[in-house]
Nanobody, 122 residues
């Protein structure tokens, strides 16, 4: 399984960005795709995840209402829509795949993409 994240960039506070993660390889309904982020000097932080089969989502409590995850199983992509961005959202954003369902623990993910930089200016 290989993942390729894209869509990052520089945006002003209050703006929006949509990240996309293209996944190659066979995935099944039991798998989950997650988004995490990592700011300099900090641990990788859970953003949210989506179950490939049911499409149900789980989010970090602090990000609910601003971030939305969706997936397109036909295209094998997962997206992260980010609205009302804040400077503290600045980080490298990673997408990952977990074969055994949703988890907020990055150590439990099986595959990762290379990350895409999101910078929010004040």
């Amino acid at each position: 399984v290989q993942l390729q994240a894209s869509g990052g960039g520089l945006v002003q506070a209050g703006g929006s960005l949509r990240l996309s993660c293209a996944i190659s390889g066979r995935l099944y309904s039991s798998h989950a795709m997650g988004w995490f982020r990592q700011a300099p000097g900090k641990k990788r932080e859970f953003v949210g995840a989506i179950r490939r089969g049911a499409g149900t989502t789980v989010y970090a409590e602090s990000l609910k209402g601003r971030f939305t995850i969706s997936r397109d199983n036909a295209a094998n992509t997962v997206s992260l829509e980010m609205n009302n961005l804040k400077p503290e959202d600045t980080a490298v954003y990673y997408c990952g795949v977990r074969f055994r369902g949703v988890s907020s623990n990055p150590e439990e993910y099986d595959y990762w993409g290379q990350g895409t930089q999101v910078t929010v200016s004040s």
